[in-house]
């Protein structure tokens, strides 16, 4: 049987600028939302950080379901869904090559978001749909 989803991405997505003077709980709150939402078929694991100026700035993995996307590439599929949204702003995706580079990175702020948010507003940072992070949650020490 064929795998009913595509390979890794990799990406990185930021908040629409209209939304960086709104709180942490309004901009978490839209944009997990959004990312909900739009890609509730997908296998999308993410993690929160903030940028120096408290604005919410994802970090993740995805997996797209093939039956979903029919017959356009990943990339399209992405950057065609989130154009429409008003939460979202400037947005990356690429193929995953190298998963422990990707995820060191993207957990390399965690502690000092972990306790930006706990200030603010008690929320895990990962947010984990069909278990994607479960593959490489032995990769990198948190």
């Known amino acids: ?9 990799a990406f990185t997505l930021t908040i629409n600028p ?4 709104s709180t942490i709980v309004h901009q978490l709150n839209c944009t997990a939302r959004s990312l ?3 890609f509730h078929h997908a296998k999308i694991s993410t993690v929160i950080e903030l940028t120096p100026n408290y604005n919410v700035h994802y970090h993740g993995m995805i ?4 039956t979903e996307i029919k017959d356009k590439a990943p990339e ?3 950057y065609n869904k989130l154009r429409s ?5 400037y947005t990356v995706l690429k193929v995953l090559t ?8 993207i957990l390399k702020d965690v502690p000092r978001t972990q306790r930006e948010l706990e200030k603010t507003y008690y929320s895990p940072i990962l947010f984990d749909v069909h278990g994607l992070a479960d593959t490489y949650s032995r ?3 948190v």
Not at 1 to 9: L, R
Not at 98 to 105: A, G, L, Q, R, S
């Open 139 to 141: 990769m990198a020490p």
């Open 1 to 9: 049987m064929e795998n009913e989803f595509t390979q890794i991405y």
């Open 76 to 78: 399209s599929y992405w």
């Open 98 to 105: 190298d998963e422990t580079k990707w995820v060191e990175y």
């Open 85 to 89: 949204h008003p939460t979202i702003g």
């Open 63 to 66: 997996q797209f379901r093939k």
């Open 36 to 38: 909900q939402a739009i």
């Open 18 to 21: 209209k939304l960086n003077k």
